[in-house]
Every structure is written in C-alpha cells, then in structure tokens.
C-alpha cells in the first residue's frame, strides 16, 4: 500500500469537517509528518474533532437545578397544568367555543356598507 493510500485511510476515520481541512491545507504527496501537523494545528485552533466529545459530556451531566431534590416534585412542576388556562376563542373571546367553529368567524372580513351613500339610477334620471 502506498502512502498516499495510508493518508486516505487515516483522514476518513477522522470525519467530514477535519479531512476537508486537512486536505484543503495540504499536497496530494505530503509527508505524514506535515499532514500531523497539520491536524494537531486543526484541533488545537478550531472546535473541529472536539465537538462530539463535548455534546456527550453535555448531555451526560445532571442539571444543577434537580441535584437534591425529591424526583416526584421535580415531575410535578414540569408537567403542564391544564386547569390554569382557560381556553377561549380569540374571534368573540367566548369560553365555550374555539376559534375554529366560532359563528361570527364570517363576520371578520364583512365591510357594512350604507345604502344611503349610493344614488340610485332613477334618482339621477329624475335630476336631470
């Protein structure tokens, strides 16, 4: 196997975002010291590599709220209370029905227009 053969083995066991920063950094025929250098500078000044070691530790490790207290309270106050909110159409402000089958929900976009605005046709026929 040659070396270039070795490096592409090594830089795909390593992830998506470190071998494309290895290898936009790097020749096809570099030396395997250059292409562990260059990791090592890659690891060293950006977050590539370090990021799914961090999100296993973050979600590992207990909430600081919850150390020491009983796990039933802890349930209790996470649930969501239904009997606190009263739920109410937000068209008419009506508790016994939702917005969905509110009966004045065609009345939203209703434009009352006066008739005594409009001149009949008789009534300029008359006029002149």
Known sequence: MSEFMIHRKILRQCGGELEHAVKSRTAKQSAAENIINILEKVTTRTKIGSSRVNLKTRFNTPWKDSVGKNPKEN????????????RKCHICQSPTHLANVCHRKG??????????????????????
């Not at 106050?77 to 009263?86: A, G, H, L």
């Not at 009345?107 to 002149?128: G, H, P, Q, R």
């Open 75 to 86: 349930s209790n106050n996470m649930k969501y209370r239904s009997t606190d909110v009263i």
């Open 107 to 128: 009345k939203i976009n209703e434009i009352d227009i006066e008739k005594e605005t409009y001149v009949e046709k008789d009534d300029l026929i008359e006029d002149n």
